[in-house]
């Protein structure tokens, strides 16, 4: 019986045709729920847990996503490798748990709350109440995230998440400052930082993005005050920047040492320039040059070169004299070879300025407006943005005053790459500020970059990328002026001014943090706090959030009575609070003490996209290893963003979004899940709703597959009915050893993450060795011998084992179809002792004993040979010789006499049911591959074509074959 029809209707009840309730069409996305609601029934994360216990654990530390909007293409991309990670590693017989987490504090709740409400952040009167709706919005995205994730077929702890706002977990952020600031990692400095105007904060390395934007492109002549070169009186500088609206804060011009500057003429006005940009220069002023003197950058600053300033010749304007410095980071590539620098506004120049003794002039606030130390018509200008009624940008003021006073020698827009915020995607900008600031430079710096070296980085490649940023990166400004987040927990002296942040007092913060929560920080944010007992009990305003009492000695001030009693060593007893926040990227970086055991540190995974290099690797891997000398990681996998399938980032703008809520709907999770495991998540995956046809007819195939098994095990005892491995046919022997490979070779592409070669091995095995090889050859004997016959019990045997060790395998990747099919497969084997969940079964390795010396290159021989008789049958069917190959007769001649020998020990019939003829005969002759009509009738029952029909007078159609299967 070689194909699927079913026999004639009188001989229906004496063939074994498959049986089960395993449907065929998967109907993904009605089914999945079913699953979902049966794994929250039987409990089965909880469980997996409970039953490894004693096992060697595996911990994946999730990275937590932002708890805002609904979960994107990325994050299912994400969350899926890590739940295959998880599961795979429970099937290999780890403790796996996944303790998932949300990122909650931070500049886009905050921002979203203020938008919702209209309003900008220096217009939130209540603090504490404002943090509350922010919390409460968080809680309701997690509770999104959570429902999202699960439909995707995600095991995790869901039921005790960690959340970056929960109090214990912000005990135990301040807990990894305070430990820093012991340690002296952490202090108060000027520096220059990305700060963002529009959402007026300082922004992290992580939080800055780079695109296209057009520039003001400006040349300004700065005319020379000094130099002991006589040649150079009367003569201007000239620089070019990009940034006009920098120039009122210029303290210097900067010159490479080794290069060749000259004083030219330009149509008479002298400029000094860098000798390569001479031609340059004098197109961009639409100027001939004529050469006057040639000097090395280092001659002319020894030379006590002296500017003015860009604005220095305007009344009451503060800096007058830009000196000449020499900078290695000066090249002759554009502008000028000679570089403006504004130290507040730029990081190397800051730099610059610190070795150099430069002011460090700032005359921009917050919201990027100038402030009173520029005289009118500065004061109050954006730098960025046009003011009401025409008023102009500090870009353009810079451009109208220097055009005005002559020093503007050439002016035009360029188009460039151009520092961004990722929050609000507006322009940001450079300033000099007070700030908090982890330190990433000296000797802890050797000590990063060697973690880094002790870490397996998968793809390899991530090693040189993140240790290429961690060897330029500057010190991590921990400041951020906002309001919702955990609180940098320092004091300052009112009277004096000096630091309060004695280990004793931030503990004690940190301990009222883990019970109450942050928000007393922010109650009464402008009132003075005393330390320690003391004061009456009449209740401080706000004390529904500081619990505060009034200290009765302090008039004004609030008594924190939980604080060790303490005065400054001024004689000072109250202090000022800090009112930055945290950067969030430490909440998230201290993740590890927060949330992994004592033994759990390092974690043997850490898996995100590949832009976390600049994020949560780093913010993580500096804290642990300060405090711990190592990294918090043992391995860290990446995978890349999720483009459309013309390699576009997916935009609403675009309508080129794959949701995978709108995925899951049409084709169920269980394709998306394909699809991830089928990717290459080493670099970019592609995604379409074309692309994803790919793996929804594999998908089928597989479907398919186990439904064949499921139904031709139907009536199959394991315990009673599977025959020993010693007694079966050479061909089920066969099947066992490619399924032992199998096992080993899944298992081995887990243990490297390559979820593509595990899925490819699965598939393979699906379509290759079973449905178009095995099946198809064991599909007369399935259905036409009698049920006990030994050579049927083995194939079953063979199938029982091919169903349960391909569900075991292949639900890290097809979670909720193994689940369906598993569950069939106890009710249609209520006595085989399966678990209530394949994810509670234990799927120990194939036995060694199933590989067998010799019998693969044998069986690859006799595949080879099976394939030019399939080759020759397709041959005979194109030219109508027959229709079915069962109406076929092959004879064979022999290629050499080790194939005689091969096709001989097998015997006729082996040859026959393997390529599905009814007859086959080894011939003599040359070698060749011949295809007849096969003699004598077609039997009703097993449909070959025989010569022996009619022996039976109680059946006289049947062959004689099917007339012992009956009589039996």
Request: hydrophobic share 40%; aromatic share 8%; charged share 25%.
């Amino acid at each position: 019986m070689a194909t699927g029809q079913e026999p004639k209707s009188r001989y229906s009840s004496t063939v074994q045709l498959p049986q089960t309730e395993f449907p065929m069409r998967g109907d993904l996305a009605k089914r999945e729920p079913q699953i979902l609601e049966l794994w929250d029934r039987l409990g089965v994360y909880e469980r997996m847990q409970e039953r490894a216990k004693g096992r060697p654990a595996y911990v994946l530390h999730d990275g937590p996503p932002y708890a805002n909007g609904h979960i994107h293409i990325g994050h299912a991309l994400n969350k899926v490798l890590k739940d295959a990670v998880v599961k795979s590693r429970a099937l290999m017989g780890f403790r796996a748990p996944l303790v998932p987490g949300w990122d909650c504090h931070g500049l886009p709740i905050e921002y979203a709350l203020l938008k919702e409400k209209k309003m900008s952040k220096r217009m939130v009167a209540d603090a504490v109440a404002f943090r509350q709706e922010a919390a409460a919005f968080a809680e309701n995205f997690i509770q999104l995230h959570i429902t999202e994730f699960r439909r995707l077929g995600v095991f995790a702890d869901w039921a005790r998440p960690y959340k970056t706002m929960s109090r214990g977990y912000e005990s135990a952020v301040l807990k990894a400052f305070r430990l820093l600031y012991k340690a002296g990692y952490i202090y108060r400095g000027r520096k220059t930082v990305s700060w963002c105007v529009t959402c007026e904060t300082a922004l992290a390395e992580a939080e800055v993005e780079y695109k296209p934007k057009t520039s003001p492109s400006v040349y300004v002549a700065l005319p020379v005050l000094e130099s002991a070169l006589k040649e150079l009186s009367g003569a201007s500088v000239l620089v070019w920047t990009t940034t006009p609206w920098t120039l009122p804060a210029n303290q210097a011009v900067a010159f490479h040492p080794g290069l060749d500057y000259v004083l030219a003429d330009f149509e008479g006005r002298r400029l000094v320039v860098a000798q390569a940009r001479l031609e340059a220069v004098g197109k961009a002023l639409g100027k001939a040059a004529s050469v006057l003197g040639t000097w090395k950058g280092a001659q002319l600053v020894e030379s006590g070169l002296v500017c003015q300033t860009p604005f220095g010749d305007r009344p009451g304007f503060p800096w007058l004299r830009s000196r000449a410095v020499l900078a290695d980071y000066v090249t002759a590539e554009d502008g000028t070879g000679v570089v403006h620098t504004a130290p507040g506004h730029g990081a190397d120049d800051y730099l610059t300025a610190v070795r150099e003794k430069l002011d460090i002039a700032c005359p921009v606030d917050g919201a990027g407006r100038y402030t009173a130390e520029l005289p009118a018509p500065f004061t109050g200008v954006h730098i960025f943005a046009k003011g009401k009624e025409g008023e102009p940008s500090g870009n353009d003021l810079v451009r109208a005053l220097l055009t005005e006073s002559g020093r503007l020698l050439a002016s035009g827009d360029i188009s460039h790459n151009y520092q961004h915020c990722w929050r609000c995607k507006n322009p940001i900008a450079f300033r000099a500020t007070e700030q908090w600031f982890l330190r990433v430079s000296g000797d802890i710096r050797e000590c990063l970059l060697e973690a880094v070296k002790k870490t397996r980085w998968v793809p390899a490649q991530g090693e040189e990328r993140i240790a290429a940023m961690l060897g330029s990166r500057p010190d991590w400004c921990l400041s951020r002026q906002r309001l919702w987040g955990t609180p940098i927990p320092i004091f300052s002296c009112a009277s004096c001014g000096k630091v309060q942040a004695d280990d004793d007092a931030l503990e004690a913060v940190e301990r009222r943090v883990a019970e109450h929560g942050s928000d007393f920080w922010f109650a009464d944010p402008g009132r003075l706090v005393a330390f320690g007992p003391g004061g009456d009990r009449a209740l401080s305003r706000g004390s529904a959030a500081s619990e505060a009492v009034v200290a009765a000695d302090e008039p004004g001030a609030a008594r924190w009575e939980f604080m060790p009693a303490k005065a400054c060593p001024c004689g000072g007893k109250t202090f000022r609070r800090e009112t930055d926040i945290l950067d969030v990227w430490l909440d998230s970086g201290a993740s590890w003490l927060a949330v992994l055991g004592e033994g759990e540190v390092p974690a043997d995974l850490y898996l995100e996209g590949s832009d976390q290099h600049r994020g949560w690797f780093q913010s993580s891997l500096v804290p642990a290893v300060a405090l711990t000398g190592k990294a918090p990681y043992k391995a860290v996998l990446t995978h890349g963003f999720v483009l459309d399938d013309k390699g576009r980032a997916m935009h609403k703008s675009h309508g080129n979004v794959v949701a995978p809520q709108e995925v899951v709907g049409k084709l169920g999770a269980d394709v998306l899940r394909l699809w991830v495991a089928l990717a290459d998540y080493s670099d970019d995956v592609r995604l379409s709703a074309k692309l994803l046809e790919g793996p929804t007819e594999a998908y089928r195939k597989l479907r398919n597959t186990l439904k064949y098994l499921l139904g031709n095990t139907d009536g199959f005892d394991p315990r009673a009915d599977a025959a020993q491995r010693g007694a079966m046919p050479e061909l089920e022997r066969f099947v066992l050893m490619r399924l032992g490979r199998l096992d080993k070779e899944v298992r081995a592409a887990y243990e490297a993450f390559e979820f593509r070669r595990a899925a490819t091995l699965l598939l393979d095995f699906c379509n290759l060795t079973l449905s178009s090889f095995y099946l198809d050859a064991r599909k007369d004997a399935l259905y036409t011998l009698r049920k006990d016959d030994p050579a049927r019990r083995a194939a079953q045997t063979v199938m029982w084992e091919s169903l349960r060790r391909l569900l075991g395998l292949a639900a890290p990747i097809l979670s909720f179809t193994c689940e369906e099919a598993w569950s069939e497969a106890r009710r249609q084997h209520p006595g085989a002792g399966l678990a209530e969940s394949v994810f509670l079964a234990d799927l120990e390795p194939a036995p060694p004993s199933w590989e067998e010396p010799g019998l693969s290159e044998r069986w690859e021989r006799v595949l080879a040979l099976r394939e030019r008789v399939h080759k020759a049958l397709e041959e005979a069917r194109a030219a109508k010789l027959i229709g079915s190959s069962l109406a076929a007769k092959v004879l064979l001649s022999a290629a050499d006499a080790a194939e005689r020998e091969l096709v001989g020990a097998m015997g006729a019939e082996a040859w026959a049911e393997l390529c599905i003829v009814s007859e086959f005969e080894l011939a003599g002759g040359e070698p060749r591959v011949a295809v007849e009509k096969a003699a004598g009738a077609k039997c009703p029952r097993c449909w070959r074509w025989r010569v022996d029909v009619n022996v039976s007078p109680e059946d006289p159609e049947l062959c004689a074959r099917c007339v012992r299967q009956t009589a039996a």
